[in-house]
């Protein structure tokens, strides 16, 4: 079975950086992986999501130019970058994976992915 687990985050001052990581045991190889967040009182939305072959990226537009998602598959490793945070990022982040296309898998209107990670908590404050 495929576990996701992620780490790296914590409280940042606005104009900070951060970098998440998750970590994944199980057949990844195939998967396309994907980083969401979900703030008090929101939805949970989609941030950026990368496929299995490390190719075309999706970013919300909320965080483009701002973070980036790359993957390190001998590691089974997916990174998320994240620059220049604003307190508006503040959330709980979530891996999760999925045989979707990364533009479908980043709308959780259209699909959600299988598999998810516990989260963990990013807190953008002076």
């Known amino acids: 079975q495929l576990q996701l687990v992620e780490s790296g985050g914590g409280l940042v001052q606005p104009g900070g950086s951060l970098r998440l990581s998750c970590a994944a045991s199980?057949?990844?190889?195939?998967?396309?992986i994907g980083w969401f967040r979900q703030a008090p009182g929101k939805e949970r939305e989609g941030v950026s999501c990368?496929?299995?072959?490390?190719?075309?990226?999706y970013y919300a537009d909320s965080v483009k130019g701002r973070f980036t998602i790359s993957r390190d598959n001998a590691k089974n490793t997916v990174y998320l970058q994240m620059n220049s945070l604003k307190p508006e990022d503040t959330a709980v982040y979530y891996c999760?994976?999925?045989?979707?296309?990364?533009?479908?898998?980043?709308?959780?209107?259209?699909?959600?992915?299988?598999?998810w990670g516990q989260g963990t908590q990013v807190t953008v404050s002076s």
């Open positions: 990368i496929p299995s072959s490390g190719g075309t990226t």
């Open positions: 199980g057949f990844t190889l195939d998967y396309a």
């Open positions: 999760a994976a999925s045989r979707l296309g990364v533009q479908t898998m980043c709308n959780l209107r259209v699909a959600v992915p299988r598999y």
